[in-house]
Every structure is written in structure tokens, then in C-alpha cells.
């Protein structure tokens, strides 16, 4: 199973404040074990959302609005994508993280769908779609 680890914003985060060379390392560390243990399929910081914009669809119309964006507590400042094999081990992960912020913060675990949990809706022509771009994605990033 896959599972996003979200690591929630805060202020600092949304002020744009980079990490030190001490909290790099303990991130590398953090990282480095993961890819060793073989779950680390992807992991990335994110800008603040003042280098951001939202699309807000009403059913044709498509609005953007530009960040910054107020609720700090429903921003999102980074992730994970880990391969585990329950919530339990990914939330094990998310424990072992050193904080990922100067200040008291969070990380949200939470399962991604894969092709099996859509039943009969994905029918054989989807799935074999979706198969088709998740390999394409690979052989490009390979």
C-alpha cells in the first residue's frame, strides 16, 4: 500500500523561513533511511502558498485564485509518498521523522488509492490506461 505522509504548514513555513544545516542533515538522515528500508517512493518540500495558486471549479467555470492563503492549519509545507504495509507501519515512519518545523507541527498519514479500490467503476479499459501512464511516468523518470 502507499501512503502520504503530509507534513501540515505553519507560519514559518508560510514566511518562507528555510531550514538550517543542522535540520537538513537530520532531514537527510530521515530520508536516507527510508530509501535504504526500500518505502521511499517520493518526498518533497513545497513553497509557501504566496508562490501559489488554487483553481476552484463550479462545474464548467474554473476560477484561480492566488496565494497566499489564510488557514496556515490546511496548508500543506511538504510530503512523502512511502510504500507500507498498513497504516500502522506508516504511521511508525511518520514517528520516526525528526520535526519537520521549528515549532510544534504535524504530519497526516494517509492512504492513496490504487486501481483495485475502484471495483467494477474501473473497467478493464481504464485499468489498462492507468497501467499504461504509470509506466510511461516510470520509463521517464527512470
Given at each position: 500500500?502507499?501512503f ?50 488554487r ?14 492563503f ?47 479500490d ?6 478493464p ?5 492507468e ?12
Amino acid at each position: 500500500m502507499r501512503f502520504m505522509m503530509i507534513v501540515k504548514a505553519t507560519a514559518d513555513s508560510e514566511a518562507g523561513a528555510m531550514p538550517t544545516t543542522e535540520e537538513l542533515t537530520a532531514m537527510g538522515a530521515y530520508n536516507e533511511e527510508l530509501a535504504k528500508a526500500g518505502v521511499l517512493l517520493a518526498g518533497e518540500g513545497l513553497h509557501p502558498s504566496s508562490k501559489g495558486a488554487r483553481v476552484v471549479f463550479s462545474g464548467d467555470s474554473r476560477t484561480v485564485l492566488d496565494g497566499p492563503f489564510a488557514e496556515t492549519k490546511e496548508l500543506i509545507a511538504g510530503f512523502w509518498l512511502i510504500q507500507a504495509k498498513s497504516l500502522q507501519e506508516a504511521v511508525e515512519w511518520a514517528k520516526r521523522c525528526p520535526n519537520p518545523m521549528r515549532t510544534e507541527s504535524q504530519i497526516e498519514v494517509r492512504q492513496v488509492f490504487d486501481a483495485d479500490d475502484f471495483g467494477d467503476d474501473l473497467t478493464p479499459e481504464l485499468r489498462e490506461q492507468e497501467d499504461r501512464l504509470r509506466a510511461e511516468t516510470a520509463q521517464r523518470q527512470g
